[in-house]
């Protein structure tokens, strides 16, 4: 397997930093984010100095009820030859549902959320590995998510799972050990349990992030500094592995370049503790289970529609239940349900405000109460642009902003975003700009 060494998360806010960054041997860069016509200047300066860069992809939905998207698929891999990447990862995880096989709306959840552990999601798991393989020109690796909830009735460990994952598919593990945590948190579920009982020679590389603990809830902010039980978690790995790449992920709220690289020289550290270190013992740890025999031909012919339908209703229904309002289905945890959907609320308005800036300089302090009204009555089904431009159209149909400068402002900005092509040329600046006088009654 391919050494990657030291990485960090490439995002542009820290762009000039990372590339000034001593030691960085590679980065990862969200695949969405990039256009492969037109890659971010940073990226190619590094890449000419001999940086590698990985796509890590956020919406392909591979743990989800349907088949991936054939354009999604196609897009992720342009970004790997646009950028010379040796390999592709994204997430098992759904983040939509509903749809032809429910014969119901689609709904999108704008977040990760997690597979249930059964026999029925890991047949639809791999099928869909398999064809993203297929479709992809480099390796595609996949990644342990965090989860605020649990599903009912799980039938293996995660460990137990991403064995049989790998195993069935010779699909790589990107293993995500802040989401361990995460795990060990809100599920009860033994990191060294997980670590135990995977395939570690599939291992990819690793995932370091920081988070924060409210109300007995861990968050996996991506936003705040690496904690103590996180890197135990990675030197516990490294004294079992050793892990080709670790990569340190930082999303928002981004320190100085000096305080990432000291969370990366404790990185280090905890990797080069667990190389010396003895492997802790496990009690009563399960055996990771092992298929009969790798699936072949028949298994791809025999399909997974029966599969994919019982998946389709139980995804469609806890998502329904996270971002809808109806009732959490039977056998989850319902104020756990409560705060996944109030995350899921919160974090859509957040990125609606990044994809379309000039919404919370137009509408000011209550963009975000108008949002969150809105999100209540209204489900996201398709991205975050078209959600924003949703959002827009329900506000100046109840005649608001109350304020008629700032209404007509808005009513601008929504048509020259709602049609085909742009009524106008001018940058968003201007734009954003525009609205400040009318906010301050210039």
């Known amino acids: 397997m391919e050494r990657l060494g030291t990485g960090i998360g490439w995002r542009p806010e820290i762009a000039d930093a990372v590339e000034e960054m001593p030691g960085i041997d590679w980065v990862e860069v969200v695949a969405e984010n990039v256009c492969p016509s037109h890659p971010p200047e940073s990226l190619l300066r590094l890449r000419g100095r001999g940086v590698t860069v990985v796509p890590h992809g956020v919406s392909l939905g591979l743990g989800g009820a349907d088949r991936p ?24 995880a759904f983040v939509r549902a509903g749809g032809a096989l429910t014969a119901s709306p689609r709904l999108e959840a704008g977040h ?56 069935r598919t010779g699909v790589r593990l990107l293993i995500d050990v802040a989401n361990l945590h995460t795990n060990h948190v809100n599920r009860g579920e ?78 280090a550290t905890a990797v080069e503790s667990g190389r010396t270190a003895p492997v802790r013992p496990v009690p009563d740890a399960d055996p990771a289970p092992v298929s009969d025999a790798a699936p072949g031909p028949e298994w791809r ?8 339908q019982r998946l389709a209703l139980a995804q469609t229904s806890l998502l329904s239940a996270l971002v809808a309002g109806t009732p959490a289905p039977e056998g989850f945890d319902r104020v756990r349900i409560g705060v996944q959907a109030r995350s899921l609320a919160a974090k859509r308005a957040d ?92």
């Not at 996949?142 to 293996?156: R, Y």
């Not at 007995?216 to 978690?233: E, T, Y």
């Not at 506000?395 to 085909?420: F, T």
């Open 112 to 167: 990760l959320l997690p597979v249930p552990r059964t026999r029925d999601a890991l047949d639809v798991l791999c099928e869909n590995v398999r064809m993203a393989q297929e479709a992809l020109p480099v390796p595609l690796a996949v990644e342990n998510i965090a989860a605020l909830l649990a599903w009912p009735d799980e039938e293996l460990t995660e460990g137990q799972f991403l064995y049989e994952l790998a195993d």
């Open 301 to 308: 012919a025999a399909g997974t529609e029966a599969a994919r």
């Open 69 to 92: 998207d054939e354009g999604r698929l196609t897009a992720l891999a342009k970004r790997a030859r646009a950028l010379g990447s040796p390999l592709v990862t994204e997430h098992i």
């Open 190 to 267: 033994d990191p060294a349990r997980a670590l135990a009982e995977l395939p570690l020679e599939a291992i990819a590389y690793v995932h370091v992030a920081g988070g924060f603990e409210r109300d007995g809830v861990w968050h996996d902010s991506h936003a705040h500094p690496v904690p103590r039980p996180v890197l135990d978690i990675l030197t516990d790995l490294a004294s079992r592995v050793a892990p080709p790449g670790v990569l340190l992920e930082r999303d928002e709220n981004f320190p100085e370049p000096s305080e990432l690289e000291r969370e990366l020289a404790a990185i």
């Open 351 to 442: 990125v609606v405000a990044k994809v379309a800036p000039e919404l919370p300089v137009l509408l000011g302090e209550g963009y975000r109460t108008a949002f969150l009204s809105y999100a209540q009555r209204h489900p996201m089904t398709g991205g975050y642009r078209q959600d924003a431009l949703e959002f827009t159209e329900s506000l100046l149909l109840a005649g608001r902003p109350h304020d008629a400068g700032v209404r007509r402002e808005l009513r601008e900005w929504w048509l020259d975003r709602s049609g085909p092509a742009p009524r106008s040329r001018r940058p968003a600046a201007r734009v954003a700009r525009a609205a400040q006088r009318v906010l301050l009654g210039r």
